[in-house]
């Protein structure tokens, strides 16, 4: 913390520049638009490549757990599953189990974009221009602010 003269006029505790909200919703549209031209080639959008992630890591996941996953409501999620179904990279099924459970697996198409999508991380992380522990330290705290606002 810089040190401040005893003579100095305290700091606006309003000042735009001294706020954490400011700080990330700034952060996080200039990240997201890193990600644009990248996912626009596989034509996704960044929410839309949020939900391929969960389906590359679990396969098959209930629209209630990809709703939780993702900390996307229902309503949102939706639109989201339908452009991925138009676009053949998902199915959207009633489990044998349960027809009251809609299951989300992912199609052959879908299953091969994650070769292109492999080169994302990579590629984010140049132009971002930061050492990957920096990258890692960031993402720790910002799982931190995650955990102490959701309940």
Same mark, same amino acid.
């Given at each position: 913390?810089?040190? @401040?003269?005893?003579?100095?006029?305290?700091? &606006?505790?309003?000042?735009?520049?001294?706020?954490?909200?400011?700080?990330?919703? #700034? $952060?996080?549209?200039? /990240?997201?638009?890193?990600?644009?031209?990248?996912?626009?080639?596989?034509?996704?959008?960044? =929410?839309?490549? *949020? #939900?391929?992630? $969960?389906?590359?890591?679990?396969?098959?996941?209930? #629209?209630? &757990?990809?709703? !939780? *996953?993702?900390q996307l409501d229902p309503g949102t999620l939706?639109?989201?599953?339908? %452009?991925? +179904?138009?676009?053949?990279?998902?199915?959207?099924? !009633?489990? =044998?189990?349960?027809? %009251?459970?809609?299951? /989300?697996? *992912?199609?052959?198409?879908?299953?091969? *974009?994650?070769?292109?999508? +492999? %080169?994302?991380?990579? $590629? @984010? @992380?140049? !132009?971002?221009?930061?050492? /990957?522990?920096?990258?890692?330290?960031?993402?720790?705290?910002?799982?931190? #602010?995650?955990?102490?606002?959701?309940?």
């Amino acid at each position: 913390m810089a040190h @401040v003269p005893e003579n100095a006029a305290p700091t &606006d505790p309003l000042a735009l520049e001294q706020q954490v909200c400011f700080a990330l919703a #700034v $952060a996080s549209r200039n /990240v997201i638009a890193l990600y644009r031209p990248l996912l626009e080639p596989m034509g996704l959008t960044h =929410p839309q490549y *949020l #939900v391929m992630l $969960a389906l590359w890591q679990h396969s098959s996941l209930s #629209v209630k &757990d990809l709703s !939780r *996953l993702l900390q996307l409501d229902p309503g949102t999620l939706s639109p989201l599953l339908k %452009r991925l +179904e138009s676009a053949g990279y998902i199915d959207r099924r !009633r489990a =044998p189990h349960d027809e %009251r459970v809609l299951e /989300v697996t *992912l199609t052959e198409a879908g299953k091969l *974009l994650r070769a292109d999508a +492999e %080169r994302i991380p990579p $590629a @984010v @992380v140049e !132009r971002l221009g930061m050492p /990957v522990e920096e990258l890692l330290h960031l993402h720790a705290e910002l799982t931190k #602010v995650i955990e102490k606002t959701t309940t």
